[in-house]
């Protein structure tokens, strides 16, 4: 079907034919490119403009098979975690790494190597995935092993893990599950007034607990800019669970795109404060479901309405660990002196950098900001950060990308070079393409 697509930032969007169907081997064999569920935030999902065939993947998804034993899933690149939980939550196994909304396909968590609030102990995606099958630019379809291939091979299979699509498509899928104790975890938040006392928590946390995050307050003035709450948590032992299992969250959705009003810096600073209170009366520690825990966002469906026709987009970096903190200070200064948001910051922490070759997380701090698009200020907006981020030699995420210029990428990505030239044998008459490889990548 003809179609407006866009992912979920709303913005851009592209004229396509979008195919679906449950066959990935049939609707991939004549298309540009495969997408998800379209929650990448920019371009990442979308073909470039002209009259071109995407093939969309969410029907295809069924587990082919589960081990207990090793806990090894095979399962088509379509299937969502969403769906995936629905089966394998209350048997006792959970994906090891997720991202902050069940709403993804592995497909697509595999090709932007997500990562989560457990980065520091765990990685990414990509570290617990053993093969893949993945239909080739040049039609061919091969299985992709990460341990047991030749050296080609391995090199594809490090080039798809983070490669954005632009290695071919992923039919299916071999991970490893983790094995959890209780479908709950235990949950621990604390409120720090200023940005370098929530980055210090965020660090000292890690230590002690798998999953961390912090969430920070840009409309706050002055030094309490950057002030906000950490959010510690970790699977329950079942020691724990006979506490009162809580419930699952109803979830809203929003019927259509909001006025430009709705979210200004003056209603966001309003609900800043309110949080800010919240939670220095939540209890030290209490139960929660992984739903609240891993995905507050998805309570609300259809969010990314609230920000108009315009549409948002995530600024999502990686800067490397500094002792000092300037280079965080700089950044959460240049984001709010356009004066348009950002309306949300969240704070990781971030580990070992993974294997695949275009992977975004290295050791150091990441920042993921939503601004509102408002024309003649996003772009210089995003240039700004992208100056700073390419100085103190951080990166950006593409999986949330719509701005960023190529000479920037280019500076902040010294592996882009090896990729580049692997794609080219691959796909020497770039069959496979998509409006963010012809905008950043090839
Ligand atoms: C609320 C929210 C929270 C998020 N939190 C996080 C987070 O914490 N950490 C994180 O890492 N990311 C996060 N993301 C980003 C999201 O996890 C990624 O963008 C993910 O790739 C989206 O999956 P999708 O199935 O919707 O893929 P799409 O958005 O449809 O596609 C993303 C990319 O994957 C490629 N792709 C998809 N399927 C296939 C396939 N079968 N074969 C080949 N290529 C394919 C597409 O071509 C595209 O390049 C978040 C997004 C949202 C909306």
């Known amino acids: 079907m003809r179609q407006r697509l866009f992912g979920w930032g709303r913005h851009p969007d592209v004229e396509a034919w979008q195919i679906e169907g449950e066959d990935l081997e049939a609707i991939t064999s004549d298309v540009v490119l495969t997408r998800g569920l379209g929650r990448s935030y920019g371009d990442a999902?979308?073909?470039?403009p002209g009259p071109l065939r995407v093939a969309a993947t969410r029907r295809a998804e069924r587990i082919l098979s589960f081990d207990p034993t090793t806990a090894v899933l095979h399962a088509e690149a379509g299937l969502s975690l969403e769906h995936l939980h629905g089966v394998l939550l209350e048997r006792g196994y959970f994906v090891p790494v997720t991202p902050g909304t069940e709403q993804v396909t592995l497909g697509g968590m595999l090709a932007a190597d997500v990562h989560g609030k457990n980065h520091h102990v765990a990685g990414t995606i990509g570290s617990y995935v053993q093969a893949l099958r993945l239909r080739l630019p040049d039609g061919s379809i091969k299985r992709v092993d990460a341990a047991n291939s030749s050296q080609d091979l391995r090199e594809l299979f490090h080039a798809t893990i983070g490669g954005m699509g632009l290695t071919g498509h992923i039919l299916d899928v071999e991970m490893r599950m983790e094995a959890i104790a209780t479908p709950w975890l235990v949950e621990s938040s604390q409120v720090e007034n200023d940005l370098e006392s929530l980055i210090a928590a965020l660090r000292c946390a890690a230590h002690e607990w798998p999953f961390t995050v912090a969430w920070a307050d840009l409309m706050a003035h002055g030094a309490g800019k950057g002030r906000g709450i950490l959010l510690k948590g970790r699977w329950a032992e079942l020691s724990q669970s006979h506490a009162q299992a809580p419930r699952r969250s109803r979830q809203l959705?929003?019927?259509?795109?909001?006025?430009?009003?709705?979210?200004?810096?003056?209603?966001?600073?309003?609900?800043n404060t309110l949080r800010m209170a919240a939670a220095r009366r939540a209890p030290a520690s209490r139960l929660t479901t992984p739903q609240r825990f891993f995905y507050p966002l998805d309570r609300v469906g259809r969010w990314n309405l609230l920000y108009g026709r315009r549409g948002l987009t995530q600024y999502q970096c990686v800067l490397p660990w500094d002792p000092g903190m300037t280079s965080y200070r700089r950044l959460v200064d240049i984001a709010t002196r356009h004066g348009a948001g950002p309306f949300l910051c969240v704070i990781k922490d971030c580990g070992a950098a993974g294997a695949g070759l275009l992977s975004f997380p290295m050791p150091g701090i990441s920042f993921a900001m939503d601004f509102p698009i408002v024309d003649g200020v996003t772009q210089s907006l995003v240039d700004d950060l992208n100056d700073h981020v390419a100085t103190v030699g951080g990166r950006i995420y593409l999986a949330k990308d719509a701005f960023t210029r190529r000479l920037h990428f280019e500076a902040m990505e010294p592996r882009l070079?090896?990729?580049?030239?692997l794609r080219r044998r691959l796909d020497p008459q770039r069959r496979v393409r998509s409006a963010l490889g012809d905008r950043l990548l090839d």
């Open 45 to 48: 999902s979308l073909p470039p």
């Open 253 to 271: 959705t929003i019927p259509c795109a909001a006025p430009h009003a709705l979210l200004s810096n003056f209603t966001i600073a309003c609900h």
């Open 417 to 421: 070079g090896r990729w580049r030239e």
